[in-house]
């Protein structure tokens, strides 16, 4: 009876959580309507400038004076909202689904398909406003979709799992949390990012689930070291990660193969798919690269990496805090 007992709780608790959802969602999306429906009829009478706007914020502020959103500059943010949704049914489009905050955050994107992609990546990770804001300020889109990448993924995985494997390395991996020299030692670089491992994490994108770092392998009788290596949920297999502190070498990627095999002859397990391997360095030649990693038998990546020095001023003072990144990388 205790058993059955605990079971009817669980399942209680869960339905009233997914109606707690729901009624958020659903309390969301009656107000964007209403931010829609407001900017429109701003949009229709455009022309009184704002002197109307002044005027409709402090009548309407009078008639409800505990209501909150209707300054000036919130007026003016309806009225974008408008006019970039103005052709669609606004209850129908994604950007309902996610708060206001965000949907201001996406209104600086320039393309609607960046815009689509953006809500959607927020609603699959759960992404607070400034996490949304800093992958946005950090061209996000462009280093996991927008632009060619290093890799051979598509000749040494099978499909889906090789467009999937693509779709989920970047180029370049921005770890604006580190601050080091330019002398600085791989191995100061590789504790720096295990010292902040969360955000490593939600650099990587979700899927991810760090296993170690300096990951002992005996091979041989002989030892040797991998400098990161990562589960990947998604793509049901190891990730290995070589740092280098430099530009990238040929033979820095006939490291990481023998890596590749060591871990899918050692610890791979029979349902994993094969392990595949990303090298990160400060720079790189596209063409040096792709030659290299065309004919190895291992499935491989090439990603630049930047820090903290080599960040344009303009995403310095724009990251999130660690709660708000320990909050994403921790929602479902």
Sequence with gaps: MEKSYVTIVENIKGQIRSAQHKAILSANKEMLILYWNIGKIINEHSEWGNKFLRNLSKDISKEFPNAKGFSVSNLKNMLRFYREYSNVEI????SVQIPWSHNLEILRVDSKEKRIWYINQTIENGWSKNVLAHQIDTNLYERQIGQKKVTNF???L????SELAVQTIKDPYIFDFIDLRNDSLEKDFENALIANITKVLLEFGKGFAY???????EIAGEDFYIDLLFYNIKLKCYVVIELK???FKPEYAGKLSFYLTAIDEEVKEKNDNPTIGLLLCKHKNN???EYTIRDMNKPMGISEYRIKDYLPDSFKNKLPSI????SSVEKP
Excluded at 91 to 94: K, L, M
Excluded at 158 to 161: D, I, K, M, T
Excluded at 211 to 217: A, E, S
Aim: net charge negative; hydrophobic share 25%; aromatic share 4%.
């Design 154 to 156: 598509k000749t040494k």
């Design 211 to 217: 296993v170690g770092h300096q990951y002992h392998l």
């Design 245 to 247: 502190n430099d530009e």
């Design 287 to 289: 063409i040096i690269a």
């Design 91 to 94: 209850g129908q489009t994604p």
């Design 158 to 161: 099978p499909s889906p799992q």
């Design 323 to 326: 709660e708000e990144l320990i």
